[in-house]
């Protein structure tokens, strides 16, 4: 079997199954399995997590039932944009769907260097577990704001929505999707300068990312539409 750190190439001290570096051999020395818990890596964590649902194979019954469910919740109830597979493995709770249109998303923002550079930033950093769900969020917002901003010659997001319902791009309907998550990021009531709206889970911060590069899609698609048309 492979376990996470291995599948996903990560450099760390544990190769895979029955293979022990070095490095891990005498980390080992030095602190035990829920010492990584406590203090390793994301990639070290979820692979003593697989090692651990791999020896739940052994053992048969209500323990090893209520081990696995445990976990499965513990991920779950995280709000992480990880999760327990089926094959007992850690995995991205995200979809090929999702991805490719993520891929399209780049088409999209490849006009606009700031606003891709933080937008792509910002997903890796999801996905990397190396910032706050609030500040994923928060990044996202603003090179979203940068782009309308770009397309639309206005100075800020709400400027833009109002621009983009004016030249028939958006609808009435679209307008006020666009609006809500202007409302969710900005300064009075967002999450971007820590508001009156609690801090969001990760998973809440994959929403925000692929509803952002839904309506980013679509916009881009209706202006090519109106330039053939004109």
């Given at each position: 079997?492979?376990?996470f750190?291995?599948?996903?190439?990560?450099?760390?001290?544990?190769?895979?199954h029955?293979?022990?570096?070095?490095?891990?051999?005498?980390?080992?020395?030095?602190?035990?399995?829920?010492?990584?818990?406590?203090?390793?890596?994301?990639?070290?964590?979820?692979?003593?997590?697989?090692?651990?649902?791999?020896?739940?194979?052994s053992?048969?019954g209500?323990?090893?039932?209520?081990?696995?469910?445990?976990?499965?919740?513990?991920?779950?109830?995280?709000?992480?944009?990880?999760?327990?597979?089926?094959?007992?493995?850690?995995?991205?709770?995200?979809?090929?769907?999702a991805?490719?249109?993520?891929?399209?998303?780049?088409?999209?923002?490849?006009?606009?260097?700031?606003?891709?550079?933080?937008?792509?930033?910002?997903?890796?950093?999801?996905?990397?577990?190396?910032?706050?769900?609030?500040?994923?969020?928060?990044?996202?917002?603003?090179?979203?704001?940068?782009y309308?901003?770009?397309?639309?010659?206005?100075?800020?997001?709400?400027?833009?929505?109002?621009?983009?319902?004016?030249?028939?791009?958006?609808?009435?309907e679209q307008?006020?999707?666009?609006?809500?998550?202007?409302?969710?990021?900005?300064?009075?009531?967002?999450?971007?300068?820590h508001?009156?709206?609690?801090?969001?889970?990760?998973?809440?911060?994959?929403?925000?990312i692929?509803?952002?590069?839904?309506?980013?899609?679509?916009?881009?698609q209706?202006?090519?539409?109106l330039?053939?048309?004109?």
């Amino acid at each position: 079997m492979s376990y996470f750190s291995h599948r996903n190439k990560y450099t760390v001290e544990y190769s895979g199954h029955e293979e022990v570096s070095a490095n891990l051999r005498n980390r080992i020395n030095r602190r035990d399995p829920f010492q990584i818990i406590i203090r390793g890596d994301f990639h070290e964590v979820f692979t003593i997590v697989e090692i651990f649902l791999d020896m739940l194979k052994s053992i048969t019954g209500v323990n090893q039932q209520n081990a696995i469910v445990e976990l499965v919740k513990a991920f779950r109830l995280s709000g992480s944009v990880y999760a327990v597979s089926s094959s007992m493995t850690i995995e991205l709770n995200i979809d090929k769907d999702a991805a490719e249109k993520l891929e399209q998303t780049k088409q999209v923002l490849k006009s606009t260097p700031s606003a891709y550079k933080r937008f792509f930033e910002a997903v890796g950093n999801l996905l990397g577990r190396n910032s706050k769900p609030e500040d994923i969020v928060k990044n996202i917002y603003i090179a979203t704001e940068n782009y309308f901003k770009v397309i639309t010659s206005t100075s800020k997001f709400g400027g833009a929505i109002k621009s983009l319902f004016q030249q028939g791009i958006i609808n009435k309907e679209q307008k006020g999707v666009l609006e809500k998550l202007n409302e969710y990021g900005s300064d009075s009531i967002g999450v971007r300068h820590h508001g009156s709206s609690p801090s969001p889970t990760e998973s809440q911060a994959l929403w925000f990312i692929e509803t952002i590069s839904a309506q980013l899609r679509f916009i881009h698609q209706q202006k090519l539409k109106l330039t053939k048309v004109s």
